[in-house]
């Protein structure tokens, strides 16, 4: 192994940290905040010994209040600071919501231009770890209906690992959705990984009979499904939307043209969802690329339930993908 | 009935040239029918045999009505006892003339957009009062994915003998693929592999059965008059409401072109004889490629443009009223071809015999009124076109160039144009490249 | 040929030309493009048609003798042979 190729083993919690850990020694504008980010070390562990080396000056516990302390953030990122705002789950976004919709969203437009809010919040989203309806739901499409925001979707470590950075660059506010069910994921990292774009789909799998679109937490469910349709004979390309907001549209476009089927696979609701929003774009501009209707693999249209196979039933999984996607292909690629 | 002019909603069938059983082709004059404008032959776009006649001669129907069913080469004759009690409805493996055929590959038909396409025996479907055509009941629309429908419109496979894999066994683009290698390895002329031996089925000529015993008009010439100008007035009328033109003129210098006319025209027995308008309409297609928003259709509130270049050629009728059909591919073809096929046309015009492909091609139109001694014509675009290019008469002028004043046969262009496809500027442009190409005839 | 073979020849011929234009009651003596609306289409057509019946080319530059009937009889009376 060269030196250049060095790589490490890591998780992407751990990758998170070192992000968190890097803007904190490179700038020092940033703090974090949310609850139970110095003491407990976040609620999943992210942030676990920050306050140690950082104090609490920086490594900030705040009261079980969302909209008080997203609200408080703004404030910071309106006086020069860079925060970055910890929720514990979307669901509890929801607290805050008027603060990020309302305010966050909306100051740069409404005070004509002269205040930026460079304010990144990070958020834990998605099911699948028997946590029931109160902290599993998948409500990044919603953000990414609103105009002002930037909505990140890091899937793999590299990007857990680098597109805090790029965030906290923006003069405006992202929001950063980590699926809970990612942080345990443990692979080989660059051992120099560092900021990444913020703007770009990236192409997991390069193929040609079917395009597989996807972000986060079903990221690595479609690859696996993948791999089973290429035992099948069907060579899918699979398209990591990394950003819902702006989506990239000249990557999903470009993937279609090429294989002129679309899959998109979306933890979230079907109903007026971000893959509803991606097959709507699909069909205004790539109509007569299209050798099949667009298809979805979506969360089944329930609370996502708390027993473990009703919520396993819920949630895309392989096997659904790869029906789906061997439907549209037909009798062969 | 096919649509054969912009607002024609019915006609009627004054003969037909061919019976059930005949064995029929891309292009044959299948039928003489009589609209308020003209009498039209109408050519059929489907290979395949005469399965049924459905409106018989002399019974006038609204556009879209089925005239007659067709039997695609390959296809099974439908069972003759299971006859539909309907009359109007096909049988249902019989594919029914109505559906709109693929266009072919090459050859003189050549695809224009959907929507205004008159095909063979094809409903027009801009006509809400026109019934919808007869389907195959089990499928009320052909599945289809939206590449593969492109993609058949390249390859010029006929889409409803394709066999479907898809999704609910929608035709793909493979499907079509595989089509298109099946069929004959020389796709031009020869619609579709006539596999199947058939008892000697003489190929009936693509040409018009010359002078058939002109059929008798239902109408008289007076009725006929009537119907022509309220015809005219319609598509007019239409076109003033709904098209914003801009108008723009230019003076061109015919002195080269007129000079190498003559000179040429000297060594040309008479038969092979040119007139100048050919190499206006020569010039007025190949400027057309230079801007090609002149060139197309405007239908459902939005341009389509056309990649063929079909010069329609306002001709006048003595007897009143004009027709303006379409000289196809006129920037393909040579000079002397395209005064072949104009005299062709202009004589049948004043027999009043026009096809039905000539009727609706058109993607641009040329008028000419020199001939009357006008000097500058203004014209009216003939929708869903969305340009026209008038021409004056030839006058000598005063000219000036390089300083020296001498006398030059001069014509008069101008270019009415739909504002809601292309401005000004690039109308300026198009008439300049008319000027332009005009200087260098022997390149025409 | 007579003037009057000559006169049915050139009237046969733009009946054929213009089927339907009035040719009965043509002057002889007047404009034919004003009397039936002859263009430069229907004119070469003419020559065509002549050449074709009596073998007379008749020269782009001598159209205007196609004019009326009386001057098209006198152009092309000697030019006729026999």
Same mark, same amino acid.
């Given at each position: 192994?060269?030196?250049?190729?060095k790589?490490?083993?890591?998780?992407? %919690?751990?990758?998170? %940290?070192?992000?968190? @850990?890097?803007?904190l020694?490179?700038?020092?504008?940033?703090?974090?905040?949310?609850?139970?980010?110095?003491?407990?070390?976040?609620?999943?562990?992210?942030?676990?010994?920050?306050?140690?080396? *950082?104090?609490?000056?920086?490594?900030?516990?705040?009261p079980?209040?969302?909209?008080?302390?997203?609200?408080?953030?703004?404030?910071?990122?309106?006086?020069g600071?860079?925060?970055?705002?910890?929720?514990?789950t979307?669901?509890?976004?929801?607290?805050?919501l008027?603060?990020?919709?309302?305010?966050?969203a909306?100051?740069?437009?409404?005070?004509g231009?002269? *205040?930026?809010i460079p304010?990144?919040? @990070?958020?834990?989203?998605?099911?699948?770890r028997?946590?029931?309806?109160?902290?599993?739901?998948?409500?990044?499409?919603?953000y990414?209906?609103?105009p002002?925001l930037k909505?990140?979707?890091?899937?793999?470590?590299?990007?857990?690992?680098?597109?805090?950075?790029?965030?906290l660059?923006?003069?405006?506010?992202?929001?950063? *959705?980590?699926?809970g069910?990612?942080?345990?994921?443990?692979?080989?990292?660059?051992?120099?990984a560092?900021?990444?774009d913020?703007?770009?789909a990236?192409?997991?799998?390069?193929?040609t009979?079917?395009?597989l679109?996807?972000?986060?937490? &079903?990221?690595?469910?479609?690859?696996?499904a993948?791999?089973?349709?290429?035992r099948?004979?069907?060579?899918?390309?699979?398209?990591?939307?990394?950003?819902?907001?702006?989506?990239?549209?000249? &990557?999903?476009?470009d993937?279609?043209?090429?294989?002129?089927?679309?899959?998109?696979?979306?933890?979230?609701w079907?109903?007026?969802s971000?893959?509803?929003e991606?097959?709507a774009?699909i069909?205004? %501009?790539?109509?007569?690329?299209?050798?099949?209707?667009?298809?979805?693999?979506?969360?089944?249209?329930?609370p996502?339930?708390?027993?473990?196979?009703?919520e396993?039933?819920?949630?895309?999984?392989?096997?659904?993908i790869?029906?789906?996607?061997?439907?549209?292909?037909?009798?062969?690629g | 009935?096919?649509a054969?002019?912009?607002?024609m909603e019915?006609?009627?069938?004054?003969?037909?040239?061919?019976?059930?059983?005949?064995?029929?082709k891309r292009g044959?004059?299948v039928?003489?029918?009589d609209?308020?404008?003209a009498t039209i032959?109408?050519?059929?776009?489907?290979s395949?045999?005469?399965e049924?006649?459905?409106?018989?001669?002399?019974?006038?129907?609204?556009?879209g009505?089925?005239l007659?069913?067709?039997?695609?080469?390959?296809?099974a004759a439908?069972?003759?006892?299971?006859?539909?009690?309907?009359?109007?409805?096909?049988?249902?493996?019989?594919?029914?003339?109505?559906?709109?055929?693929?266009?072919?590959?090459?050859?003189?038909?050549a695809?224009?957009?959907?929507?205004?396409?008159?095909?063979?025996?094809?409903?027009?479907?801009?006509?809400?009062?026109?019934?919808?055509? $007869?389907?195959?009941?089990?499928?009320?629309?052909l599945?289809i994915?939206p590449?593969?429908?492109r993609?058949?419109?390249?390859?010029?496979?006929?889409?409803?003998?394709?066999?479907?894999?898809?999704?609910?066994?929608?035709?793909?683009?493979a499907?079509?693929?595989?089509?298109?290698?099946?069929?004959?390895?020389?796709?031009?002329?020869?619609?579709a $592999?006539?596999?199947?031996?058939?008892?000697?089925?003489?190929?009936?000529?693509?040409?018009?059965?010359?002078? $058939?015993a002109p059929?008798?008009p239902?109408?008289?010439?007076?009725?006929?008059?009537?119907?022509?100008?309220?015809?005219?007035?319609?598509?007019?009328?239409?076109?003033k409401?709904?098209?914003?033109h801009?108008?723009l003129?230019t003076e061109?210098?015919?002195?080269?072109?007129?000079?190498?006319?003559?000179?040429g025209?000297?060594?040309?027995?008479?038969t092979?004889?040119?007139?100048?308008?050919?190499?206006?309409?020569?010039?007025?297609a190949l400027?057309v490629?230079?801007?090609?928003e002149?060139?197309?259709?405007?239908?459902?509130?939005?341009?389509?443009r056309?990649e063929?270049i079909?010069?329609?050629v306002a001709?006048?009728?003595?007897?009143?009223g004009?027709?303006a059909p379409?000289?196809h591919?006129?920037?393909?073809?040579?000079?002397?071809e395209?005064?072949?096929?104009?005299?062709d046309l202009?004589?049948?015009?004043?027999?009043g015999?026009?096809?039905?492909?000539?009727?609706?091609?058109?993607?641009i139109?040329?008028?000419?009124?020199?001939?009357?001694?006008?000097?500058?014509v203004?014209?009216?675009?003939?929708? $869903?076109?969305?340009?026209l290019?008038?021409?004056?008469?030839?006058?000598e002028?005063?000219?000036?160039?390089?300083?020296?004043?001498?006398?030059?046969?001069?014509?008069?262009?101008?270019?009415?144009?739909?504002?809601?496809?292309?401005?000004?500027?690039r109308g300026?442009?198009f008439?300049?490249a008319?000027?332009?190409?005009?200087?260098e005839p022997e390149?025409? | 040929?007579t003037?009057?073979?000559?006169?049915a #020849?050139v #009237?046969?011929?733009?009946?054929?030309?213009?089927?339907?234009?009035e040719?009965?009651?043509i002057?002889p003596?007047?404009d034919?493009?004003?009397?039936?609306d002859?263009?430069?289409?229907?004119?070469l057509?003419?020559?065509i048609?002549?050449?074709?019946?009596?073998g007379?080319?008749i020269?782009?530059?001598?159209?205007?003798?196609?004019?009326?009937?009386?001057?098209?009889?006198a152009y092309?009376?000697?030019?006729?042979?026999?």
């Open positions: 192994m060269s030196a250049q190729a790589t490490v083993r890591i998780t992407y %919690r751990e990758a998170m %940290r070192q992000a968190i @850990r890097e803007a020694q490179r700038d020092p504008r940033v703090f974090l905040m949310g609850e139970d980010v110095g003491k407990y070390g976040g609620c999943y562990a992210v942030s676990k010994g920050l306050l140690e080396e *950082f104090g609490p000056e920086r490594i900030r516990d705040t079980l209040s969302e909209s008080a302390f997203v609200g408080a953030g703004i404030g910071a990122a309106m006086g600071m860079r925060p970055i705002v910890e929720i514990m979307v669901n509890f976004s929801l607290l805050a008027d603060q990020i919709v309302n305010n966050a909306t100051i740069l437009y409404m005070s231009g002269q *205040f930026n304010l990144v919040i @990070r958020m834990t989203t998605g099911a699948g028997q946590l029931a309806a109160q902290h599993s739901h998948s409500l990044e499409g919603w990414a209906h609103i002002g909505i990140l979707t890091p899937a793999t470590l590299e990007d857990a690992r680098g597109m805090l950075w790029t965030a660059e923006d003069p405006d506010p992202v929001l950063i *959705f980590e699926n069910a990612l942080y345990n994921m443990e692979g080989e990292m660059a051992a120099d560092g900021a990444v913020i703007d770009k990236a192409i997991r799998r390069p193929g009979d079917i395009s679109m996807t972000y986060g937490g &079903t990221l690595g469910k479609t690859l696996e993948a791999a089973e349709l290429a099948a004979g069907v060579n899918a390309e699979v398209v990591d939307l990394r950003t819902l907001r702006p989506l990239d549209d000249a &990557t999903i476009l993937s279609v043209t090429r294989t002129h089927r679309a899959l998109i696979v979306d933890e979230g079907r109903s007026g971000i893959s509803a991606i097959s774009r069909m205004e %501009r790539a109509f007569y690329e299209l050798d099949a209707p667009v298809a979805r693999v979506c969360s089944a249209e329930v996502i339930p708390y027993a473990k196979h009703l396993d039933a819920a949630l895309p999984q392989v096997p659904a790869v029906e789906a996607a061997r439907a549209m292909v037909g009798e062969h | 009935m096919p054969l002019g912009a607002d019915a006609g009627t069938v004054l003969q037909w040239l061919v019976k059930p059983g005949d064995a029929v044959d004059i039928a003489v029918v609209t308020e404008k032959e109408v050519e059929i776009f489907q395949g045999v005469v049924k006649i459905v409106v018989p001669e002399g019974e006038k129907v609204p556009v009505e089925v007659a069913i067709i039997r695609a080469d390959g296809e439908a069972p003759p006892p299971a006859e539909k009690p309907k009359p109007a409805a096909a049988p249902p493996s019989p594919r029914p003339a109505a559906r709109p055929p693929a266009p072919p590959p090459t050859g003189e038909q695809p224009a957009p959907p929507a205004t396409k008159a095909a063979a025996v094809a409903p027009s479907v801009e006509k809400p009062k026109a019934p919808p055509p $007869p389907a195959r009941p089990e499928h009320p629309r599945r994915s590449l593969a429908m993609v058949a419109l390249e390859l010029g496979v006929d889409v409803s003998k394709v066999k479907g894999t898809g999704l609910d066994g929608a035709i793909t683009r499907d079509v693929e595989r089509a298109a290698k099946a069929a004959a390895p020389t796709p031009a002329k020869v619609a $592999p006539e596999a199947a031996p058939k008892p000697a089925p003489v190929t009936p000529p693509v040409e018009a059965p010359k002078a $058939p059929p008798k239902a109408v008289s010439p007076a009725e006929r008059q009537a119907m022509m100008r309220k015809a005219i007035a319609a598509a007019m009328g239409r076109s409401r709904e098209i914003p801009y108008y003129s061109i210098d015919m002195s080269r072109a007129m000079e190498w006319l003559r000179a025209n000297l060594k040309r027995p008479v092979e004889r040119l007139l100048y308008a050919v190499m206006l309409l020569k010039a007025v400027a490629r230079e801007v090609p002149m060139n197309g259709f405007f239908v459902e509130g939005a341009f389509k056309s063929e079909h010069v329609g001709i006048s009728l003595r007897t009143g004009l027709v379409a000289i591919d006129v920037d393909k073809k040579s000079l002397s395209i005064m072949v096929n104009l005299r202009v004589k049948r015009v004043r027999a015999v026009l096809r039905s492909s000539e009727i609706a091609d058109a993607t139109t040329v008028t000419s009124l020199g001939e009357e001694g006008v000097e500058t203004f014209g009216i675009i003939y929708p $869903p076109q969305v340009a290019v008038g021409f004056g008469k030839i006058v002028r005063p000219w000036a160039a390089g300083g020296m004043v001498g006398a030059r046969p001069v014509i008069s262009a101008t270019l009415s144009a739909d504002h809601r496809v292309s401005d000004g500027h300026a442009l008439l300049a008319i000027a332009r190409i005009l200087q390149k025409l | 040929m003037d009057d073979e000559i006169k #020849l #009237l046969g011929e733009l009946k054929k030309i213009a089927p339907e234009a040719t009965g009651g002057d003596a007047v034919l493009r004003e009397q039936i002859l263009d430069s289409m229907d004119i057509n003419l020559a048609a002549i050449h074709a019946a009596t007379v080319d020269p782009e530059s001598d159209y205007p003798e196609m004019t009326t009937l009386d001057r098209a009889v092309l009376r000697p030019r006729i042979k026999k």
